[in-house]
């Protein structure tokens, strides 16, 4: 028979992942690891063939493909009821699933709220950029008269608000790495070790931060840019003074 594949993203930093990679171990599964680097784009497309849904880890097992980590522990409790993955009660076992059901919704939730935030920061950031572009009106008019193109123009807004996202998000990640390295990480790893046991700031974390940062800020930008680079000489130049 051949073995089962157990595809997950990094036991390091995926907690499901660890879940799902700990609970065939339990259950005695022969199983070969198949491992999917979360930060490679190319990876998405294998991924999808397994898990219809993108979500890691999922089990192949005899034609059967099972994807999301409550999946495939009720899968194996079923096919290794001796290992006792899940409670032997119905009661309880149905307690335990509708309580992990409820974590998944709330990281759920919390992941489309950090969407928003993200969502209101570029808009916050774009009216300031565009007030910012108004009041240089003027300046952009001689620019323009002195003979830089209308590119030129936007490539100063953009570069602006290039800098500005590379600021904060370089500020970000320095506030945040004392505080989750040396504070709120640790206290959650050691308090809540059983839902979240590794809570720290990756590198790839670090990075995608800073690329979010730099994106938000040239996102928020477009719009002044456009505007400035369409600006009239002779309109933009009754503004000096």
């Known amino acids: 028979m051949p073995k089962a594949v157990l595809t997950i993203s990094s036991r390091n930093y995926g907690a499901w992942a660890l879940r799902g990679w700990l609970m065939a171990k339990l259950a005695k599964l022969d ?11 190319a990876m998405k497309a294998e991924i999808l063939l397994l898990s219809s849904s993108m979500l890691v880890p999922s089990l192949q097992h005899q034609g059967l493909k099972v994807w999301d980590t409550l999946a495939i522990g009720e899968y194996l409790h079923e096919i290794k009821p001796k290992a006792g993955l899940l409670p032997a009660d119905v009661g309880a076992r149905a307690m335990n699933l509708s309580f992990m059901g409820g974590v998944s919704a709330i990281l759920k939730v919390l992941q489309g709220a950090s969407v928003m935030i993200l969502v209101i920061m570029m808009l916050i950031l774009g009216n300031t950029i565009a007030m910012g572009a108004r009041e240089r009106v003027n300046q952009f ?4 008269a002195i003979g830089f193109m209308p590119r030129h123009v936007a490539a100063s807004v953009l570069g602006e608000a290039l800098v500005l996202g590379l600021i904060g998000g370089g500020l970000g990640v320095l506030l945040a790495y004392p505080l989750v390295e040396r504070g709120m990480g640790r206290f959650i790893e050691e308090n809540m070790g059983s839902y979240f046991p590794y809570f720290r700031i990756s590198d790839v974390a670090t990075e995608v931060a800073l690329l979010l940062a730099v994106l938000l800020g040239l996102c928020a930008a477009l719009i002044p840019a456009y505007r400035s680079a369409r600006l009239n000489v002779i309109d933009a130049l009754r503004r000096v003074g």
Request: aromatic share 6%; hydrophobic share 35%.
């Open 31 to 41: 199983f070969t690891e198949h491992v999917v680097p979360p930060d490679d784009p």
């Open 141 to 144: 008019g001689v620019m323009r």
